[in-house]
Nanobody
């Protein structure tokens, strides 16, 4: 059973940077569709970045394109979300999530995702 553990959240000033990490363990499939989701109080859950671990294909929400980068380190079984030029509207709980995949990877569509981490809080002040 795949387990996901996030870390790296915290507080930053607007214009600053944070890097989130999601460590994968206990998995038995060779490839997954991974997403970073975020959810702010009173708002819907939003997929902000996706990566297909079998090929490295990535996609981003328009709200973070050009500022966030998703990447993977297979040797460390870790998926990262590098967040630059942070804005107060990036404040949210961030979750990594996954589903088994043999090629398809969606950005968002959270009902597809069967594996979730516990979340890490990101707070950006102006």
């Amino acid at each position: 059973l795949l387990q996901l553990v996030e870390s790296g959240g915290g507080s930053a000033q607007a214009g600053g940077s944070l890097r989130l990490s999601c460590v994968l363990s206990g998995y038995t499939y060779s490839s997954y569709c991974m997403n970073w989701f975020r959810q702010a109080p009173g708002k819907e859950r939003e997929g902000v970045a996706s990566i297909y671990t079998g090929g490295g294909n990535t996609d981003y929400a328009d709200s973070v394109k050009g500022r966030f980068t998703i990447s993977q380190d297979n040797a460390k079984n870790t998926v990262y979300l590098q967040m630059n030029s942070l804005k107060p509207e990036d404040t949210a709980m961030y979750y990594c999530a996954a589903f088994n995949s043999f090629g398809y990877c969606s950005l968002g569509e959270y009902t597809r995702f069967g594996y979730w981490g516990q979340g890490t809080q990101v707070t950006v002040s102006s």
